[in-house]
C-alpha cells in the first residue's frame, strides 16, 4: 500500500521548536515530510544581492543540519508554490498540508488559492495561529471593533494574556515522526539568480542584559541598547511566545514593543488599505512634491543633516538602522522633503533585514502623520535637537559619517525653517481641500 504523508511547509516560521504548525502536523498520526518552497514570485522582484535570501538559506542548512540528525530531511524547492505543491502531492500521497497563518496580502491570497487547489485535488490545508500571541481580530474593543490606538490595545493585550497562551508547543517530543530519507540538496544562491552580500546577521538568542536595561538604553543609536531581533521574528527563527515570555520577567518597555509588533500585524489585518493608502483617507490628498534629487540625497546620505545621513548610511552599508533613526529620516523625507511616505517605505523595504510590511508601513505612516496613532502633523521632528538629545557626544554619526565636521561635509539640502513652514503650508492646504 502506498505510504501516507502529512506536509509541513516552513514559511515564516524557520524553526523546529515552539512551532504551533509543526506541532499539529507531528501530532497528526502520519510520518511528515518538512518542505520549504523559495517563492519564484517573490524571488523575482529582488535585486540580486538580497542579504535576506542567504538569511532564509542559512536558516534552512541550521534545519537540515537538525532533521539529518534524526534521519530525516527537508524538502526545498524553487519555483511557483501552486505548481510545486501540484508537483509535490502528484509525487507522494499527502493526505494534508500543515502551516502557520500569514498576514500579509500576497499571502492571503496565495494561501486562499492554493487551499482551493489542495481540497480538489483531495488534500486538506490546515493552517495555523505562530507568529502573534494575538492575531487578527482576537483583540477588539468593547464595541467589537479593531483598536487604532496603541495604549488602549496594549492593555486589553496584557489583560487577555493567559500562562497557556505562552506555553511552548513542545514539537520536540514527536520529532520521531519526521519522515525517513536520505538528505536532500538545498538550492545554491547562485543556482536561484543570488549572490552574498557580505552582510553579517545577529544572533538568535536575544542579550538578555540588554533587555534588562532596554529602557534606559534604547533611544540612543551610539549604544547597543536594543536586541536586534527583528529579523529573526520576521522569519520565525525565534518564538515569539519565548520572546514575550523573558520579555515579561525583564522589562515592561521590551514587552511594549513586541506589542506594537502585534498592533501593526492587526491594522495591516483589519485595514488592508494601508498598503497603498493613507490610514487616514484625507492625507491622500497631500501634494508631495516630486523630486528625484532630493530623494537620492536622502537614500544616500547627502542631505547635510548628521543624523539623518549617518542613519541612512548605517542602512545602506549594514541593512540596520536604530528605531530612533529611523523616525528621524522618515520625519525628515515626509516633513522636510515632502516626498510621498510610500517612497520612503519602498526604500526601507528593500534595505532593512528586519523588513516586516505592517510594521514598515505603520511606521512610515507614523511618520508622515497619515496612520493610527500618529503624532499630529504640526509636530516636527527637528533633526538638530534630535541630534543633541540622543547622540549628543555625535559618536553614532562619527561612526558613520567620517567627514561630519570637516569642510566636506554636504550642506543642509534645505532649511529647517523654511522647511518646516512649507510643510505646515502644504499639509494644512491638503487637509483642507479633502474629500472624504
Ligand atoms: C519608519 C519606520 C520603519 C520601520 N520598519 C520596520 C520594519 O520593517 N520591520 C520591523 O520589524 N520594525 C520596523 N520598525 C520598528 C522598529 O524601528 C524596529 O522594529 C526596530 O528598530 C528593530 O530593531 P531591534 O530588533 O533591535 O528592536 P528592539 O528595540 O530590540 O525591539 C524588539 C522587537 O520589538 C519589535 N518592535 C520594536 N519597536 C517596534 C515598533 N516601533 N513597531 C513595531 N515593532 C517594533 C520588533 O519586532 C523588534 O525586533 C520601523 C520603525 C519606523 C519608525
Known amino acids: 500500500m502506498n505510504q501516507e504523508y502529512t506536509a509541513f511547509w516552513f514559511r515564516r516560521d524557520l524553526r523546529l521548536d515552539d512551532n504551533a504548525g ?9 510520518p511528515v515530510i518538512p518542505v520549504f518552497i523559495f517563492d519564484q514570485h517573490i524571488l523575482d522582484d529582488l535585486p540580486s544581492r538580497d542579504a535576506r535570501v542567504e ?178 521574528l520576521r522569519f520565525g527563527t525565534l518564538s515569539i511566545r519565548k520572546l514575550v515570555r523573558v520579555a515579561k520577567a525583564l522589562n515592561e518597555t521590551y514587552l511594549n514593543e513586541l506589542i506594537w509588533r502585534e498592533f501593526y500585524m492587526q491594522i495591516l489585518w483589519n485595514f488592508p488599505h494601508v498598503v497603498n493608502n493613507a490610514f487616514r483617507p484625507e492625507y491622500d490628498a497631500i501634494e508631495w512634491r516630486e523630486s528625484e534629487e532630493d530623494f537620492r540625497a536622502w537614500c544616500e546620505g547627502r542631505t547635510g543633516y548628521p543624523l539623518v545621513d549617518a ?29 510621498d511616505w510610500r517612497k520612503g517605505e519602498a526604500y526601507f523595504a528593500q534595505k532593512l533585514l528586519d523588513f516586516e510590511l505592517a510594521s514598515n508601513n505603520g511606521g512610515w505612516q507614523w511618520a508622515a502623520g497619515s496612520g493610527t496613532d500618529a503624532a499630529p502633523y504640526f509636530r516636527i521632528f527637528n533633526p538638530e535637537s534630535q541630534l543633541k538629545k540622543f547622540d549628543a557626544q555625535g559618536k553614532y554619526v562619527r561612526r558613520w559619517v567620517p567627514e561630519f565636521g570637516t569642510p566636506a561635509y554636504a550642506r543642509e539640502i534645505v532649511e529647517h525653517k523654511f522647511a518646516r513652514d512649507r510643510c505646515l503650508e502644504v499639509y494644512k492646504a491638503g487637509l483642507a481641500g479633502a474629500k472624504v
Open 55 to 232: 538569511f532564509i538559506r542559512h536558516a534552512l542548512e541550521e534545519l537540515q543540519a537538525q532533521l539529518t540528525k534524526i534521519g530525516s530531511t527537508l524538502v526545498v524547492k524553487y519555483g511557483k508554490p501552486e505548481n510545486i505543491w501540484a508537483e509535490l502531492v502528484g509525487q507522494y500521497s499527502i493526505q494534508g498540508v500543515y502551516t502557520n497563518h500569514d498576514y500579509e496580502p500576497y499571502a492571503r491570497e496565495r494561501d486562499e488559492h492554493l487551499a482551493e487547489m489542495l481540497r480538489e485535488k483531495g488534500v486538506a490545508f490546515h493552517t495555523f495561529q505562530d507568529q502573534v500571541i494575538f492575531e487578527k481580530d482576537s483583540i477588539l474593543t468593547q464595541q467589537g471593533k479593531p483598536y487604532t490606538v496603541f495604549t488602549p490595545f496594549s492593555r486589553t493585550w496584557k489583560s487577555t494574556l493567559t500562562p497557556e497562551m505562552l506555553a511552548p508547543f513542545e514539537t520536540e517530543k514527536h520529532f520521531s515522526e519526521f519522515w525517513k530519507s536520505e538528505a536532500q540538496q538545498i538550492p545554491s544562491l547562485a543556482s536561484m539568480g543570488f549572490s552574498v552580500s557580505g552582510l553579517s546577521f545577529p544572533p538568535r538568542i536575544p542579550d538578555k542584559e540588554i533587555i534588562k536595561v532596554y529602557d534606559e538604553q534604547r533611544n540612543f543609536p551610539a549604544v547597543e541598547g536594543t536586541t536586534r531581533t527583528g529579523i529573526h
Open 22 to 30: 509543526l506541532f499539529h502536523a507531528l501530532t497528526a498520526g502520519k
Open 311 to 339: 542613519g541612512m548610511r548605517q542602512l545602506n552599508e549594514t541593512g540596520f538602522m536604530h528605531n530612533r533613526v529611523r523616525m528621524v529620516t522618515a520625519s525628515f523625507l515626509t516633513k522636510h522633503l515632502l516626498i
